[in-house]
């Protein structure tokens, strides 16, 4: 929700952890090891649903490109959910502190 500045979101996805063997922190494209997300299906394009007090295996990723030096940290994400005909949005606390090496 705010991208600080030399933080471009270049996109966002839901998979499945199944797919991912766990959950994946920060991993560069094309590293060994890091998930293949192009070829997993996203479950954010048609949606899935989530049994009342029950825990996901969907987490969702946001696909990052650093564009220049970053001062800030990420401190809040947005979500929109469904439930039944009712359409809600949700700000949470979240973080993400992210830095370049010299």
């Known amino acids: 929700m705010n991208a600080p500045q030399g933080i471009e979101v270049i996109g966002y996805g839901a998979y499945n952890l199944e797919d991912t063997q766990g959950l994946p922190l920060i991993v560069p494209e094309g ?3 890091t998930p293949k997300f192009r070829e997993f299906k996203d479950y954010s394009e048609d949606g899935f649903t989530v049994k009342s007090k029950k ?3 969907i987490f969702y990723v946001a ?3 650093v564009t220049g030096k970053i001062q800030k940290n990420v401190s809040k ?3 929109e959910y469904r439930q ?3 359409v809600y949005t949700q700000t949470l606390r979240c ?3 992210l830095r ?3």
Do not use: A, N
């Open 95 to 97: 973080g993400l502190e």
């Open 63 to 65: 696909h990052l490109k």
């Open 84 to 86: 039944g005909d009712e």
């Open 55 to 57: 825990v996901s295996d």
């Open 100 to 102: 370049l090496k010299k």
């Open 77 to 79: 994400c947005r979500f």
């Open 31 to 33: 590293y060994p090891y």
